[in-house]
Protein backbone atom coordinates (compact mmCIF):
# COMPACT_ATOMS: atom_id res chain seq x y z
CA UNK A 1 0.00 0.00 0.00
CA UNK A 2 0.70 2.81 0.40
CA UNK A 3 2.53 0.69 3.28
CA UNK A 4 4.65 2.57 6.09
CA UNK A 5 7.17 4.62 7.38
CA UNK A 6 8.42 7.67 8.17
CA UNK A 7 9.78 7.31 11.83
CA UNK A 8 12.92 7.18 13.81
CA UNK A 9 11.52 3.19 14.48
CA UNK A 10 11.52 3.01 11.39
CA UNK A 11 14.53 3.90 10.40
CA UNK A 12 16.15 1.97 13.09
CA UNK A 13 14.46 -1.16 12.05
CA UNK A 14 16.12 -0.89 8.77
CA UNK A 15 19.19 0.49 9.19
CA UNK A 16 18.85 3.71 6.93
CA UNK A 17 17.20 7.23 6.72
CA UNK A 18 13.37 6.66 6.56
CA UNK A 19 12.05 5.96 2.85
CA UNK A 20 15.27 4.45 1.90
CA UNK A 21 15.57 1.22 0.52
CA UNK A 22 17.89 -0.38 -1.74
CA UNK A 23 16.20 -3.05 -4.53
CA UNK A 24 18.58 -5.84 -5.50
CA UNK A 25 20.49 -5.21 -9.10
CA UNK A 26 18.49 -5.64 -12.46
CA UNK A 27 15.27 -5.86 -9.97
CA UNK A 28 12.19 -3.86 -10.72
CA UNK A 29 11.43 -1.60 -7.72
CA UNK A 30 7.56 -2.20 -6.16
CA UNK A 31 5.49 1.06 -5.95
CA UNK A 32 4.49 3.25 -2.59
CA UNK A 33 1.28 4.91 -2.17
CA UNK A 34 0.90 7.91 -0.14
CA UNK A 35 0.01 8.68 3.92
CA UNK A 36 -3.52 8.56 5.06
CA UNK A 37 -4.99 9.03 8.13
CA UNK A 38 -2.65 8.44 11.11
CA UNK A 39 -2.03 4.81 11.41
CA UNK A 40 0.61 2.39 11.97
CA UNK A 41 2.33 0.15 9.15
CA UNK A 42 3.56 -3.41 9.30
CA UNK A 43 6.26 -2.28 10.62
CA UNK A 44 4.49 -0.61 13.76
CA UNK A 45 5.24 2.93 12.65
CA UNK A 46 2.97 5.42 12.93
CA UNK A 47 2.35 7.33 9.51
CA UNK A 48 2.19 11.73 10.09
CA UNK A 49 0.01 13.30 8.08
CA UNK A 50 -3.62 13.23 7.63
CA UNK A 51 -3.51 9.69 8.31
CA UNK A 52 -1.59 6.53 7.71
CA UNK A 53 1.34 5.76 6.34
CA UNK A 54 3.16 6.28 3.20
CA UNK A 55 4.07 3.32 0.85
CA UNK A 56 6.17 0.53 1.80
CA UNK A 57 7.13 0.04 -1.98
CA UNK A 58 8.28 3.80 -2.00
CA UNK A 59 10.43 2.48 0.97
CA UNK A 60 12.43 0.00 -0.89
CA UNK A 61 14.59 2.15 -3.53
CA UNK A 62 12.77 5.06 -3.29
CA UNK A 63 14.87 8.10 -2.12
CA UNK A 64 12.94 10.95 -0.73
CA UNK A 65 14.70 14.39 -1.70
CA UNK A 66 15.27 17.11 0.87
CA UNK A 67 14.42 20.65 -1.06
CA UNK A 68 13.36 23.81 -0.07
CA UNK A 69 9.53 24.14 1.06
CA UNK A 70 8.55 26.90 -1.61
CA UNK A 71 9.80 24.33 -3.72
CA UNK A 72 8.14 21.85 -2.58
CA UNK A 73 4.80 23.85 -2.80
CA UNK A 74 5.47 24.73 -6.05
CA UNK A 75 5.93 21.41 -7.07
CA UNK A 76 2.95 20.05 -5.37
CA UNK A 77 0.89 22.31 -6.53
CA UNK A 78 1.67 21.96 -10.34
CA UNK A 79 1.78 18.05 -10.42
CA UNK A 80 -1.78 18.08 -8.42
CA UNK A 81 -3.11 20.67 -11.25
CA UNK A 82 -1.90 18.10 -13.95
CA UNK A 83 -3.13 15.09 -12.46
CA UNK A 84 -6.45 16.98 -11.72
CA UNK A 85 -6.49 17.84 -15.73
CA UNK A 86 -6.24 14.79 -16.69
CA UNK A 87 -8.16 12.68 -14.08
CA UNK A 88 -11.31 12.08 -12.12
CA UNK A 89 -14.26 9.71 -12.26
CA UNK A 90 -16.97 9.27 -15.10
CA UNK A 91 -15.48 6.29 -16.68
CA UNK A 92 -17.16 4.06 -19.59
CA UNK A 93 -17.65 0.40 -20.00
CA UNK A 94 -14.18 1.06 -22.56
CA UNK A 95 -12.32 3.56 -20.48
CA UNK A 96 -11.35 3.75 -16.74
CA UNK A 97 -9.45 5.78 -14.69
CA UNK A 98 -7.35 3.86 -12.19
CA UNK A 99 -4.81 5.86 -9.28
CA UNK A 100 -1.54 4.94 -7.64
CA UNK A 101 0.91 6.72 -5.93
CA UNK A 102 4.79 5.70 -6.29
CA UNK A 103 7.88 7.20 -7.12
CA UNK A 104 8.55 7.18 -10.97
CA UNK A 105 9.56 4.02 -12.04
CA UNK A 106 8.29 2.36 -9.52
CA UNK A 107 5.04 1.31 -11.57
CA UNK A 108 5.99 -1.30 -14.00
CA UNK A 109 4.03 -4.22 -12.79
CA UNK A 110 0.75 -2.11 -12.57
CA UNK A 111 1.71 -0.63 -16.18
CA UNK A 112 2.28 -4.04 -17.53
CA UNK A 113 -1.12 -5.26 -16.13
CA UNK A 114 -2.90 -2.36 -17.80
CA UNK A 115 -1.43 -2.88 -20.99
CA UNK A 116 -2.26 -6.75 -21.13
CA UNK A 117 -5.92 -5.68 -20.18
CA UNK A 118 -6.26 -3.51 -22.76
CA UNK A 119 -4.73 -5.47 -25.49
CA UNK A 120 -7.06 -8.74 -24.00
CA UNK A 121 -10.39 -6.64 -23.90
CA UNK A 122 -9.67 -3.25 -25.96
CA UNK A 123 -10.75 -1.58 -22.17
CA UNK A 124 -8.34 1.19 -21.38
CA UNK A 125 -7.20 1.72 -17.85
CA UNK A 126 -5.48 4.77 -18.01
CA UNK A 127 -3.00 4.78 -15.05
CA UNK A 128 -2.53 8.17 -12.99
CA UNK A 129 0.40 8.29 -11.20
CA UNK A 130 -0.13 10.77 -8.52
CA UNK A 131 2.40 12.38 -6.50
CA UNK A 132 2.33 10.83 -2.92
CA UNK A 133 2.64 14.51 -0.78
CA UNK A 134 -0.50 15.09 -2.25
CA UNK A 135 -2.48 11.98 -2.57
CA UNK A 136 -4.58 11.42 0.21
CA UNK A 137 -5.84 15.12 0.08
CA UNK A 138 -6.76 14.49 -3.43
CA UNK A 139 -8.85 11.66 -3.15
CA UNK A 140 -10.25 13.54 -0.26
CA UNK A 141 -11.24 16.60 -2.27
CA UNK A 142 -12.21 13.67 -4.91
CA UNK A 143 -15.35 12.56 -2.99
CA UNK A 144 -16.52 16.23 -2.13
CA UNK A 145 -16.31 16.85 -5.71
CA UNK A 146 -17.88 13.76 -7.13
CA UNK A 147 -14.77 13.11 -9.07
CA UNK A 148 -12.99 10.06 -7.83
CA UNK A 149 -11.29 7.43 -10.55
CA UNK A 150 -12.46 4.30 -11.10
CA UNK A 151 -10.02 2.44 -9.63
CA UNK A 152 -7.42 3.15 -6.72
CA UNK A 153 -4.41 1.75 -4.68
CA UNK A 154 -5.03 3.64 -1.53
CA UNK A 155 -2.97 3.63 1.47
CA UNK A 156 -5.89 3.47 3.43
CA UNK A 157 -9.75 4.01 3.46
CA UNK A 158 -11.39 7.00 4.41
CA UNK A 159 -15.03 7.78 5.87
CA UNK A 160 -15.67 10.21 3.02
CA UNK A 161 -15.64 7.58 0.59
CA UNK A 162 -15.44 4.37 1.96
CA UNK A 163 -20.04 4.72 1.05
CA UNK A 164 -19.33 4.98 -2.84
CA UNK A 165 -17.09 1.61 -2.70
CA UNK A 166 -17.80 -1.40 -4.71
CA UNK A 167 -18.21 -4.61 -2.90
CA UNK A 168 -15.50 -6.96 -3.82
CA UNK A 169 -17.35 -10.27 -2.23
CA UNK A 170 -17.60 -12.00 -5.26
CA UNK A 171 -13.65 -11.58 -6.35
CA UNK A 172 -12.42 -12.05 -2.84
CA UNK A 173 -14.44 -15.12 -1.99
CA UNK A 174 -13.41 -17.11 -5.81
CA UNK A 175 -12.16 -20.07 -4.91
CA UNK A 176 -10.09 -20.22 -7.52
CA UNK A 177 -8.34 -17.14 -6.04
CA UNK A 178 -7.20 -18.72 -3.19
CA UNK A 179 -7.28 -14.96 -1.32
CA UNK A 180 -6.54 -15.17 2.21
CA UNK A 181 -9.33 -13.55 4.00
CA UNK A 182 -7.81 -12.46 7.08
CA UNK A 183 -6.38 -9.49 5.32
CA UNK A 184 -9.34 -8.04 3.32
CA UNK A 185 -10.62 -4.86 4.37
CA UNK A 186 -14.80 -5.47 5.17
CA UNK A 187 -17.57 -3.34 6.91
CA UNK A 188 -19.67 -4.49 9.84
CA UNK A 189 -22.64 -5.86 6.94
CA UNK A 190 -19.93 -8.25 5.57
CA UNK A 191 -19.13 -5.59 2.64
CA UNK A 192 -15.57 -6.36 0.91
CA UNK A 193 -14.52 -2.91 0.72
CA UNK A 194 -10.96 -3.30 -0.61
CA UNK A 195 -8.50 -6.64 -1.28
CA UNK A 196 -4.59 -5.84 -0.59
CA UNK A 197 -2.45 -5.38 -3.68
CA UNK A 198 -0.05 -6.79 -1.49
CA UNK A 199 0.97 -8.26 1.64
CA UNK A 200 3.94 -7.78 4.49
CA UNK A 201 4.74 -9.79 7.58
CA UNK A 202 7.29 -9.87 10.29
CA UNK A 203 10.42 -12.67 10.16
CA UNK A 204 13.61 -13.88 11.39
CA UNK A 205 16.64 -13.43 9.84
CA UNK A 206 20.01 -15.27 11.05
CA UNK A 207 23.90 -14.69 10.52
CA UNK A 208 24.11 -18.09 8.85
CA UNK A 209 27.99 -17.64 8.51
CA UNK A 210 27.89 -17.60 12.65
CA UNK A 211 25.63 -21.16 13.11
CA UNK A 212 27.85 -22.64 10.73
CA UNK A 213 30.78 -21.71 12.55
CA UNK A 214 29.35 -22.59 15.50
CA UNK A 215 27.65 -26.09 14.43
CA UNK A 216 24.32 -25.06 15.49
CA UNK A 217 21.47 -26.19 13.13
CA UNK A 218 18.40 -23.71 11.99
CA UNK A 219 14.97 -24.92 10.29
CA UNK A 220 14.39 -24.46 7.18
CA UNK A 221 10.89 -25.44 6.55
CA UNK A 222 7.66 -23.47 8.16
CA UNK A 223 6.65 -27.10 8.78
CA UNK A 224 8.99 -28.08 11.07
CA UNK A 225 9.92 -24.59 12.70
CA UNK A 226 11.12 -23.71 16.51
CA UNK A 227 10.13 -22.44 19.71
CA UNK A 228 11.05 -18.65 20.65
CA UNK A 229 12.49 -20.86 23.86
CA UNK A 230 14.70 -23.24 21.23
CA UNK A 231 15.48 -20.32 19.17
CA UNK A 232 17.25 -17.55 22.36
CA UNK A 233 18.55 -21.40 23.32
CA UNK A 234 20.64 -21.83 19.86
CA UNK A 235 21.00 -18.02 19.39
CA UNK A 236 22.41 -17.53 23.03
CA UNK A 237 24.70 -20.85 21.55
CA UNK A 238 26.17 -19.41 18.66
CA UNK A 239 26.37 -15.89 20.40
CA UNK A 240 28.44 -17.51 23.15
CA UNK A 241 30.74 -20.12 20.70
CA UNK A 242 31.88 -17.15 18.09
CA UNK A 243 32.07 -14.28 20.75
CA UNK A 244 29.50 -12.15 18.84
CA UNK A 245 28.26 -9.12 20.90
CA UNK A 246 24.27 -10.13 20.88
CA UNK A 247 22.43 -13.39 20.45
CA UNK A 248 19.18 -10.81 18.94
CA UNK A 249 18.35 -7.23 17.88
CA UNK A 250 14.64 -6.82 17.39
CA UNK A 251 12.87 -3.90 15.35
CA UNK A 252 11.42 -1.11 18.18
CA UNK A 253 7.91 -1.45 16.79
CA UNK A 254 4.93 -2.75 18.09
CA UNK A 255 3.86 -4.69 15.08
CA UNK A 256 7.40 -6.89 15.60
CA UNK A 257 6.35 -7.24 19.70
CA UNK A 258 2.65 -8.29 18.36
CA UNK A 259 3.95 -10.90 16.18
CA UNK A 260 5.87 -12.91 19.19
CA UNK A 261 2.95 -12.37 21.52
CA UNK A 262 0.94 -13.93 18.79
CA UNK A 263 3.49 -16.52 18.70
CA UNK A 264 3.60 -17.06 22.12
CA UNK A 265 -0.45 -17.53 22.25
CA UNK A 266 -1.04 -14.30 23.42
CA UNK A 267 -3.61 -11.57 21.71
CA UNK A 268 -1.44 -8.38 22.81
CA UNK A 269 -4.16 -5.62 23.13
CA UNK A 270 -7.20 -6.99 22.02
CA UNK A 271 -10.80 -5.81 21.85
CA UNK A 272 -13.56 -7.22 22.87
CA UNK A 273 -16.92 -7.14 21.58
CA UNK A 274 -17.73 -3.82 23.44
CA UNK A 275 -14.70 -2.42 22.25
CA UNK A 276 -12.93 -2.91 25.52
CA UNK A 277 -9.21 -3.53 25.28
CA UNK A 278 -7.29 -5.76 28.06
CA UNK A 279 -4.18 -7.87 27.31
CA UNK A 280 -4.64 -11.96 28.42
CA UNK A 281 -2.19 -14.05 30.16
CA UNK A 282 -0.57 -15.34 27.43
CA UNK A 283 0.39 -11.61 26.26
CA UNK A 284 1.45 -10.75 30.33
CA UNK A 285 3.66 -14.16 29.92
CA UNK A 286 5.11 -13.21 27.02
CA UNK A 287 5.58 -9.49 27.28
CA UNK A 288 7.89 -10.64 30.77
CA UNK A 289 9.77 -12.92 29.08
CA UNK A 290 10.88 -10.24 25.94
CA UNK A 291 11.63 -6.99 28.36
CA UNK A 292 14.02 -9.98 30.15
CA UNK A 293 15.46 -10.59 26.96
CA UNK A 294 16.66 -7.19 27.54
CA UNK A 295 19.93 -7.97 29.17
CA UNK A 296 22.71 -6.50 26.59
CA UNK A 297 23.50 -10.29 25.85
CA UNK A 298 20.67 -12.11 24.67
CA UNK A 299 19.27 -8.47 23.24
CA UNK A 300 21.07 -4.94 23.76
CA UNK A 301 19.07 -2.68 25.88
CA UNK A 302 19.55 0.30 23.43
CA UNK A 303 17.41 -0.48 21.42
CA UNK A 304 14.09 0.08 22.67
CA UNK A 305 15.40 2.63 25.42
CA UNK A 306 17.16 4.75 22.88
CA UNK A 307 16.30 3.74 19.33
CA UNK A 308 19.61 2.25 18.41
CA UNK A 309 19.64 0.96 15.05
CA UNK A 310 18.82 -3.11 15.17
CA UNK A 311 19.45 -3.55 11.36
CA UNK A 312 22.91 -2.08 11.41
CA UNK A 313 24.09 -4.05 14.43
CA UNK A 314 22.46 -7.16 12.37
CA UNK A 315 24.14 -5.77 9.59
CA UNK A 316 27.97 -5.31 11.54
CA UNK A 317 28.23 -9.40 12.08
CA UNK A 318 28.37 -9.26 14.96
CA UNK A 319 24.76 -10.26 15.67
CA UNK A 320 23.70 -13.64 15.73
CA UNK A 321 19.83 -13.02 14.37
CA UNK A 322 17.11 -9.96 13.74
CA UNK A 323 13.69 -9.94 14.31
CA UNK A 324 12.31 -7.88 11.04
CA UNK A 325 10.14 -8.70 8.17
CA UNK A 326 10.09 -9.04 4.33
CA UNK A 327 10.72 -5.27 3.51
CA UNK A 328 14.82 -6.13 4.92
CA UNK A 329 15.27 -8.73 1.94
CA UNK A 330 15.84 -6.41 -0.88
CA UNK A 331 17.99 -4.24 1.01
CA UNK A 332 19.98 -7.21 2.17
CA UNK A 333 20.39 -8.82 -1.00
CA UNK A 334 22.58 -5.37 -2.17
CA UNK A 335 23.90 -4.62 1.32
CA UNK A 336 25.33 -8.08 3.32
CA UNK A 337 28.53 -8.63 1.79
CA UNK A 338 31.01 -9.75 4.78
CA UNK A 339 28.67 -12.78 5.94
CA UNK A 340 26.15 -15.31 4.86
CA UNK A 341 22.45 -13.94 5.85
CA UNK A 342 19.19 -16.33 5.51
CA UNK A 343 15.55 -15.70 6.54
CA UNK A 344 14.46 -18.70 8.55
CA UNK A 345 10.88 -19.75 9.93
CA UNK A 346 9.15 -17.95 12.45
CA UNK A 347 8.85 -19.28 16.20
CA UNK A 348 5.63 -21.18 17.37
CA UNK A 349 5.10 -21.51 20.89
CA UNK A 350 2.97 -23.20 20.10
CA UNK A 351 0.85 -20.93 17.46
CA UNK A 352 2.19 -19.80 13.90
CA UNK A 353 2.04 -16.40 13.30
CA UNK A 354 3.04 -12.74 12.51
CA UNK A 355 1.89 -9.90 11.85
CA UNK A 356 0.58 -9.25 8.71
CA UNK A 357 -0.52 -5.94 7.12
CA UNK A 358 -1.83 -5.04 3.73
CA UNK A 359 0.84 -3.39 1.31
CA UNK A 360 -1.81 -1.88 -0.58
CA UNK A 361 -5.32 -1.81 -0.48
CA UNK A 362 -7.12 -1.91 -3.60
CA UNK A 363 -10.82 -0.22 -4.51
CA UNK A 364 -13.45 0.22 -7.04
CA UNK A 365 -15.26 3.20 -7.01
CA UNK A 366 -19.15 2.88 -7.56
CA UNK A 367 -19.19 6.54 -10.00
CA UNK A 368 -21.92 5.26 -12.89
CA UNK A 369 -23.10 2.09 -13.16
CA UNK A 370 -21.12 1.52 -16.88
CA UNK A 371 -17.43 2.31 -15.40
CA UNK A 372 -18.71 0.55 -12.05
CA UNK A 373 -19.34 -2.66 -13.46
CA UNK A 374 -16.08 -2.20 -15.87
CA UNK A 375 -14.01 -1.92 -12.56
CA UNK A 376 -15.28 -4.55 -10.95
CA UNK A 377 -14.21 -6.55 -14.05
CA UNK A 378 -11.20 -5.22 -14.52
CA UNK A 379 -10.08 -6.06 -10.81
CA UNK A 380 -11.99 -9.47 -11.68
CA UNK A 381 -9.01 -9.82 -14.01
CA UNK A 382 -6.44 -8.26 -12.10
CA UNK A 383 -7.12 -11.26 -9.00
CA UNK A 384 -7.10 -14.30 -11.55
CA UNK A 385 -4.17 -15.80 -10.14
CA UNK A 386 -2.20 -15.94 -13.74
CA UNK A 387 -2.61 -12.43 -14.04
CA UNK A 388 -1.61 -11.46 -10.32
CA UNK A 389 1.35 -13.38 -10.36
CA UNK A 390 3.01 -11.19 -13.33
CA UNK A 391 1.65 -8.13 -10.69
CA UNK A 392 3.85 -9.79 -8.14
CA UNK A 393 6.62 -10.71 -9.91
CA UNK A 394 7.15 -8.04 -11.79
CA UNK A 395 6.65 -5.34 -8.80
CA UNK A 396 8.35 -7.40 -6.22
CA UNK A 397 5.28 -8.32 -4.10
CA UNK A 398 4.47 -10.71 -1.58
CA UNK A 399 1.23 -12.35 -2.77
CA UNK A 400 -2.23 -12.18 -0.69
CA UNK A 401 -2.99 -15.14 -2.74
CA UNK A 402 -2.27 -18.68 -1.70
CA UNK A 403 -0.70 -21.30 -4.13
CA UNK A 404 1.18 -19.11 -6.68
CA UNK A 405 5.22 -19.41 -7.15
CA UNK A 406 6.50 -16.04 -8.17
CA UNK A 407 9.66 -15.73 -10.07
CA UNK A 408 10.91 -12.84 -8.16
CA UNK A 409 14.24 -10.94 -10.27
CA UNK A 410 16.55 -11.11 -6.91
CA UNK A 411 20.32 -12.40 -8.60
CA UNK A 412 20.58 -13.31 -4.72
CA UNK A 413 20.07 -16.86 -3.54
CA UNK A 414 19.22 -15.89 0.05
CA UNK A 415 16.52 -13.38 -1.49
CA UNK A 416 15.10 -15.94 -3.41
CA UNK A 417 15.14 -18.20 -0.77
CA UNK A 418 13.67 -15.83 1.42
CA UNK A 419 10.69 -14.76 -0.42
CA UNK A 420 10.10 -18.47 -1.00
CA UNK A 421 9.94 -19.17 2.89
CA UNK A 422 7.68 -16.20 3.20
CA UNK A 423 5.19 -17.19 0.89
CA UNK A 424 4.73 -20.99 2.23
CA UNK A 425 4.47 -19.68 5.47
CA UNK A 426 1.97 -17.12 5.44
CA UNK A 427 -1.16 -19.88 4.21
CA UNK A 428 0.06 -21.57 7.51
CA UNK A 429 -0.14 -18.15 9.63
CA UNK A 430 -3.12 -18.49 12.24
CA UNK A 431 -6.08 -15.78 12.19
CA UNK A 432 -5.11 -13.19 14.72
CA UNK A 433 -2.01 -12.12 12.27
CA UNK A 434 -4.31 -10.09 10.50
CA UNK A 435 -6.33 -8.81 13.71
CA UNK A 436 -4.38 -5.41 13.62
CA UNK A 437 -4.41 -4.76 10.11
CA UNK A 438 -8.38 -5.60 10.13
CA UNK A 439 -8.81 -3.15 13.61
CA UNK A 440 -7.31 -0.52 11.71
CA UNK A 441 -9.85 -0.54 9.02
CA UNK A 442 -12.40 -0.51 11.54
CA UNK A 443 -11.46 2.19 13.31
CA UNK A 444 -10.79 4.38 10.43
CA UNK A 445 -14.36 3.77 9.53
CA UNK A 446 -15.88 4.66 12.99
CA UNK A 447 -13.91 8.08 12.76
CA UNK A 448 -10.82 6.77 14.96
CA UNK A 449 -6.90 6.61 14.88
CA UNK A 450 -4.10 5.08 17.07
CA UNK A 451 -2.38 8.20 17.06
CA UNK A 452 0.43 7.19 19.23
CA UNK A 453 0.55 4.05 20.15
CA UNK A 454 2.01 4.29 23.28
CA UNK A 455 4.04 0.38 22.96
CA UNK A 456 7.42 2.08 22.66
CA UNK A 457 7.49 4.20 25.40
CA UNK A 458 6.14 1.99 28.21
CA UNK A 459 8.58 -0.79 27.19
CA UNK A 460 11.22 1.19 26.81
CA UNK A 461 10.84 2.39 30.49
CA UNK A 462 10.55 -1.33 31.94
CA UNK A 463 13.55 -2.28 30.29
CA UNK A 464 15.34 0.64 31.89
CA UNK A 465 13.95 -0.35 35.23
CA UNK A 466 11.55 2.35 35.80
CA UNK A 467 8.50 0.32 35.86
CA UNK A 468 7.62 -3.15 35.53
CA UNK A 469 6.31 -4.78 32.38
CA UNK A 470 2.96 -5.45 33.54
CA UNK A 471 2.64 -2.01 34.38
CA UNK A 472 3.79 -0.73 31.34
CA UNK A 473 0.58 -3.28 29.81
CA UNK A 474 -1.15 -1.66 32.14
CA UNK A 475 -0.43 1.73 30.68
CA UNK A 476 -0.47 0.48 26.92
CA UNK A 477 -4.30 -0.50 27.16
CA UNK A 478 -4.88 2.94 28.50
CA UNK A 479 -3.64 4.42 25.90
CA UNK A 480 -5.38 2.15 23.48
CA UNK A 481 -9.06 2.54 25.41
CA UNK A 482 -8.43 6.43 25.23
CA UNK A 483 -7.45 6.74 21.32
CA UNK A 484 -9.76 3.66 19.95
CA UNK A 485 -11.30 2.33 22.48
CA UNK A 486 -15.47 1.84 22.88
Known sequence: M??????????AGRGRAPGKRNP?????????????FFRYDEKGLKMTSLGVRRSRRLGRGGIRRVVPLAAVATAGALLLTACGSESGSGGTSKSLTFWISTVPGQDAGWKKMVAQYKKETGVKVKLVNIPYEGYTTKLH???????????AAVPALDPIWSNKLIDLSDIANKKSNKINANFVAKDSSGKVLSIPSDITASGMFINKSLFEKAGVSFPTSPEKTWTWTEFIKAANTVREKTGAKYSLTFDQSPS?????VYEMGGKYVHADSSGKFSVDAATKKAVNTFVGWNDDKTMPKSVWTSGADPSAMFQSGDVVAYWS?????????????????????????????SDVNSGGMTVGFNNNADAAAAAKKFLSWLYEPAH????????????????LNPKYPFKSEAAQAAFKLYNESIPLYAPISG?????????????????????????????NGQQSADKALDNIVAGYNQQVGG
Open 2 to 11: AGDPTRQGEA
Open 256 to 260: RLRAM
Open 435 to 463: YFNTAQTNWVLKGKSLTEDPTKTELGKAI
Open 141 to 151: NAAQANSLPDV
Open 388 to 403: YQVLCETSGFLPVESG
Open 325 to 353: GVWQVAAFADSIKKFEWASVPTPAQPVQA
Open 24 to 36: PHHAPVPPRLAPC
